[in-house]
């Protein structure tokens, strides 16, 4: 009922409001002496005509409408084309309700966070330089990001990671303890705090740099990299030592030794602004000395520094629409960690009833549309890409806020996680009902594609309390469907998924049964998803990853190929499911190298309980591969393996020892594993392009396994403005 309540609701909001809506107009050749009631200055010696800013338009409507406006009082505020140069953050509150702000004509309208640097320049071979009173941040030319000058040099471009390879590399730690040692290859070690205040260095940075104190280093962790300032670098004892300005916040030099590779990165010195894209930006008595190389083939025009830590703001509010606009040009306001909707582009708080539609969201520094305390929203169609951190993210970790029935559907995300680096996403969604990501398509990372994280409510009654004995799709809380995910990674950080599922706020881990089953069940479904190629620095490049022993998710009908590590990966947790799905193992140097993986041997006091049947396994071959992995548990709470279906096109493949504690297959099934499963060719109809269909003589059919659903993955609404742009531009 309420599910159809929410439809209902929506229906009538977005259809209705046409018989009556009053329109205004905002346009860049407008007045705000005018009364914005036309889009053109249609009377001249009159006051009819748009009005010039937005900030004006909002004000006037507070004005015209009620003070507390209600369905009869919508209105739409149409934005002419052109960049809007927001000086301050646009505020909308209770007063605002029953509005929807959208671009004229489906113009190119932009809002933009930051401002042109149309100063006075200086060149000096091909680095331009200008002085201003401000502060630094964030900047961009054209459609690209410029790159803080950075050692090493990296093949920047439009759309690139800051922290894509090459990299400089750690030579020794300040203190080695018998637990710390440099030489350590080992995924982690315990390194003492002392650590966590500088390095050793060969020769990467010099005393002779200015601003040394505005230099930057980005220490890479594990599944994190960080931002530290240099206070010093001195010899001591003969060696170079850089020390910080403030500890690092996540982890001691070396705690992650092998999954880290000891890199780092050093940014914005003049002595490092050599190649084209790049800029420095320092500060020095209430002035910014700002530089720069115009990347190739710039066209006319100025660098946009970032102003605004968030562009609109909207809070205790409802009935919104905002529909095809651009927000772009954002500053993370210098901050580094874990980031909860301080800086955003679009922040949306306590307000129900919003439509984000037909947008783009593009050069942030930090997040690009965040929900916190909402219900009823809806973020189909849009496009989001060269995003500081997430791109969108709904926070649910109070249990006295709401976060439910939420659509995030046909939105294309191109370039997330692209200068911030704790646990970036594209998409990071918590939520207590009814929270939908759907036909999204998702790609270029340094992590997870998608995360579903926060407080879960409901406990292991949930279905049984609701008479719910087999679950259909609407008694799952989370819906992860049909969306596209690939090319996922990028080899920067570590131990990650293409969806990656956590419980916040408690340590599911380190509970006894009785509070995971009060704290940690989520109810989430992963269904008919299209998931190819994950590549992490060092290890875990994942496709399914449910973590820290999060329990009832279920991974079903996916399918999942080409570079990674495990396919399927239910670490710890209880009454976990992998079913229906199909893992194709290519051949290549970073094929996958186990089929699924569970809880460690070495953590014997975590829980563990996960079914895996009516999956097919097809290998281009066997090569290297283990099904498991040789440290999981398979015996005690063993994992229920039953009517699976494995094939290698490679003949012998069987008879490898490529099954727990080495064994053929043979071996595995004849001591009861996987019972009723089978090693027989599934008989698709041409794996090697993708067209997963079954045979009619599968012997598939047999052990009930379904048809996946091949035509329905990632973005298929043909009326999506923003992404035909997209790809008439040549940018997917």
């Known amino acids: ?78 934005i002419l084309a052109g960049t809007y140069y927001q000086a301050s ?96 290859h080992a995924y982690s070690q315990s390194c003492p705090e002392e650590d966590k205040n500088g390095f050793v260095f060969t020769d990467e940075i010099s005393e002779d740099w200015e601003f040394l104190d505005q230099t930057e280093i980005l220490i890479f962790h594990s599944w994190i990299a960080e931002y530290v300032k240099i206070a010093n670098i001195s010899n001591v004892n003969g060696r170079n030592e850089v020390m910080f300005q403030h ?47 115009a990347p190739d083939d710039a066209e006319e025009g100025h660098p946009i520094l970032s102003n605004l830590e968030i562009i609109l703001r909207i809070s205790n509010s409802k009935h ?48 690009g549309l965040y929900f916190r305390n909402s219900s009823r929203v809806s973020i189909q169609n849009n496009v989001f890409f060269d995003l500081g951190y997430n791109g969108v993210m709904l926070q649910f970790t109070n249990e006295d806020n709401i976060m439910d029935n939420v659509l995030i559907k046909n939105n294309y995300f191109d370039g997330c996680g692209i200068s911030q680096f704790w646990q970036p996403a594209c998409v990071y969604v918590g939520g207590s009902n009814n929270i939908s990501v759907v036909n999204n398509e998702i790609t270029n990372t340094p992590y997870m594609g998608m995360a579903v994280r926060g407080l879960m409510l409901h406990g292991d009654k949930y279905w049984s309390d609701n008479g719910v004995l087999e679950p259909s799709r609407e008694d799952y809380v989370f819906h992860v469907e049909f969306n596209y995910i690939h090319d996922f990674g990028n080899g920067i950080l570590s131990d990650f998924g293409a969806v990656y599922i956590g419980v916040h706020n408690v340590s599911c881990d380190s509970l006894v049964e009785e509070d995971i089953r009060k704290f940690c069940y989520t109810y989430i479904h992963v269904y008919n998803n299209l998931i190819h190629d994950s590549r992490a620095f060092n290890n875990d490049a994942n496709f399914l990853y449910s973590d820290s022993s999060s329990c009832q998710n279920t991974f079903e009908n996916n399918i999942m190929y080409g570079a990674g590590l495990s396919p399927l990966y239910h670490h710890c947790g209880l009454d976990n499911v992998s079913k229906n799905n199909i893992i194709h193992r290519t051949s290549g140097e970073d094929s996958v190298d186990h089929l699924w993986a569970g809880c460690e041997k070495s953590h014997t006091g975590r829980l563990q309980s996960y079914s895996n049947y009516k999956n097919i396994y097809f290998l281009d071959n066997a090569e290297g591969l283990e099904c498991g992995r040789r440290w999981d548990r398979f015996y005690d709470d063993a994992p229920s393996f039953y009517n699976n279906l494995y094939w290698s096109q490679q003949v012998g493949d069987e008879t490898k020892a490529m099954f727990p504690d080495e064994m053929t297959w043979d071996e595995w099934v004849l001591i009861g594993n996987d019972s009723f499963s089978v090693w027989a060719d599934p008989l698709f109809l041409d794996p090697a392009s993708g067209q997963y269909l079954l045979k009619e003589n599968s012997p598939a059919w047999d052990l009930g396994i379904e048809q996946i659903r091949l035509d329905n993955f990632g973005i298929q609404s043909s009326e999506f403005t923003k992404y035909s742009f997209w790809t008439k531009q040549g940018k997917h």
């Not at 100063?119 to 054209?142: D, H, I, M, P």
């Not at 999954?259 to 800029?279: H, K, T, V």
């Open 89 to 184: 953050t646009i505020d909308l509150n209770a007063r605002d309700s029953f509005l929807n702000i959208v671009a004229y004509n489906n113009d190119e309208v932009s809002i933009s966070g930051g401002y042109p640097l149309d100063l006075n320049w200086q060149k000096q071979g091909n680095v331009l330089s200008t002085r201003f009173v401000g502060s630094c941040a964030e900047a961009f030319f054209g459609s690209q990001r410029l790159l803080p000058a950075r050692s090493p040099n990296t093949d920047w471009g439009w759309n690139r990671n800051v922290a894509q390879g090459p990299y400089n590399v750690i030579t020794d730690l300040l203190v080695e303890t018998d637990s710390c040692q440099r030489d350590s």
């Open 1 to 78: 009922m309420q599910k159809l309540y929410f439809f209902l609701l929506w229906t009538l909001f977005v259809n209705g409001v046409e018989s009556f809506e009053k329109e205004y107009f905002v346009s860049l050749d407008g007045s705000d002496d005018w009364d914005g009631t036309s889009p053109l200055p249609d009377y001249p010696g009159t006051d009819v005509g748009p009005w010039r800013t937005i900030d004006h338009a909002i004000q006037k409507l507070r004005t015209i409408r009620p003070s507390k406006p209600g369905f009869e009082d919508t209105a739409t505020l149409y």
């Open 247 to 293: 500890p690092l916040k996540h982890a001691p030099i070396g705690n992650f030794a092998g999954s880290s590779g000891w890199r780092f990165l050093i940014f914005n010195n003049l002595a490092l602004l050599d190649i084209p894209g790049e800029y420095v930006c320092l500060e020095e008595d209430g002035e910014v000395q700002f530089s720069y190389i």
């Open 320 to 367: 919104i629409n905002v529909r095809g606009i651009n927000f772009e040009h954002t500053s993370s306001g210098g901050n580094d960690g874990y980031n909860y909707g301080n800086q955003a582009a679009v922040k949306i708080i306590n307000t129900d009833d919003v439509i984000i539609e037909d947008c783009e969201f593009s050069h942030t520094g930090m997040i």
